[in-house]
């Protein structure tokens, strides 16, 4: 049963530090999504690749984050530095793009910035 | 550009009865529309789609959902309601005509409870 998978799945740091998240998507995918929950702002999209590259990061603020994709099985988000209003559930997602295909949600971060 | 309201916050119903989750949509063309739901501390997981062809989709779970261009709706629905669907319903909506990868935009979700 083919799953994204994601690291680490709770992550509590102090502000001013580095936080770096992990994802892996399913074997074949060729688009990755990384997305941002919070209770007051709901589900945001952060940034989407496809064939590894960057697409639109229009949903990332651009000071702090940073999204790569170094391989086909890798995807990173890093923030630097973190920020207690970073404090949220992140999801990475992966897809094919072919239209009207749908994607597949790992598990989540959640991170926790004191 | 594209866009999904869920007009409900929450949904209360009591277990056997029939569900309904409202979901309308705004694209400039023809739509891709999807159901995710999220259980606690959970991912989203794929429910269900509209593409092309029968209004009426079936997906997992028993749930069903309605495509209605006149009205741009994509209601969820479910027959009999059971307490483990108690859950966060998001729906999500994409143009056919827009390129680029296929990017979703979703809903502010509504959550079901489903009482004894």
């Known amino acids: 049963d083919a799953r994204v998978t994601q690291t680490p799945r709770h992550k509590v740091t102090e502000m001013g530090q580095e936080v770096t998240m992990r994802c892996q998507p399913i074997l074949g995918h060729n688009t990755v999504f990384w997305y941002r929950q919070t209770m007051m702002q709901g589900l945001e999209l952060l940034a989407y690749?496809?064939?590894?590259?960057?697409?639109?990061d229009s949903g990332m603020p651009k000071d702090r984050f940073s999204a790569e994709m170094p391989d086909a099985t890798l995807a990173t988000l890093k923030i630097q530095p973190s920020e207690p209003r970073d404090s949220a559930v992140y999801f990475c997602?992966?897809?094919?793009?072919?239209?009207?295909?749908?994607?597949?949600f790992g598990p989540g971060t959640r991170l926790t910035v004191l | 550009a594209q866009s999904v309201a869920q007009p409900e916050d929450q949904v209360n119903v009591a277990e056997g009865n029939p569900l309904t989750v409202k979901c309308t949509y705004s694209?400039?063309?023809?739509?891709?529309l999807f159901w995710y739901v999220q259980y606690p501390n959970r991912g989203l997981q794929f429910l269900l789609k509209y593409i092309t062809g029968d209004n009426l989709v079936k997906g997992s779970y028993g749930f069903e959902a309605e495509f209605n261009k006149s009205q741009t709706s994509f209601h969820l629905k479910k027959p009999s309601a059971l307490v483990s669907d108690s859950a966060l319903y998001f729906c999500a909506v994409r143009d056919k005509n827009t390129g680029g990868g296929n990017k979703l935009t979703f809903g502010t979700g509504t959550q079901l409870k489903v009482e004894l």
């Open positions: 997602a992966s897809g094919l793009h072919l239209t009207g295909n749908e994607q597949f």
């Open positions: 690749f496809r064939n590894r590259a960057p697409l639109d």
């Open positions: 694209v400039s063309g023809n739509p891709y």
